[in-house]
């Protein structure tokens, strides 16, 4: 960390190296790999046809349902222990932000963490903190 006033920054920042990232590139490339043998079995069937009209293939990429999976075990990967035990003592620092709606508190938030998409996913990672659901907190 470099100054106080940057805290936030690095909060945020601390977040991005996930432990799982050569898996995740692992797990897109046979995803991609898998469908893309698929595709092309496909359209050899389809080259195979007299009339391509009597073709019943699917020729569409459908690996957004896979990919989203592969996110979600990437992201769970992050280390967001410091972001969170940062978030949870900012907000029992402060009554009025304790005491604030999920809304609130997200607002607050939103404006200490950086803009762009390392502020947006710091902040995905401390939707639990902004939530009502407190019964794990010292």
Same mark, same amino acid.
């Given at each position: ?40 079995? !496909?359209? &050899?069937?389809?080259?195979? /046809? ?5 073709? *019943?293939?699917? @020729? =569409? ?44 508190? !997200?607002? &607050?938030?939103?404006?200490? /963490? ?5 502020? *947006?996913?710091? @902040? =995905? ?14």
């Amino acid at each position: 960390m470099r100054n106080h006033d940057q805290k936030a920054r690095d909060m945020a920042r601390s977040v991005l190296p996930s432990t799982a990232r050569k898996h995740a590139r692992e797990a897109r490339a046979f995803i991609h790999g898998r469908d893309r043998v698929r595709l092309r079995a !496909e359209l &050899h069937d389809l080259r195979s /046809l007299d009339d391509p009209d009597d073709f *019943e293939g699917d @020729l =569409t990429f459908p690996v957004q349902r896979h990919i989203k999976t592969m996110v979600g075990h990437r992201r769970s990967a992050d280390k967001v222990g410091s972001l969170i035990a940062w978030a949870e003592r900012l907000v029992h620092r402060d009554p009025q932000l304790d005491a604030a709606s999920p809304e609130d508190r !997200e607002v &607050h938030l939103r404006t200490l /963490l950086p803009p762009g998409l390392i502020g *947006e996913h710091a @902040l =995905t990672h401390l939707w639990w903190v902004l939530s009502d659901r407190r019964s794990h907190w010292p």
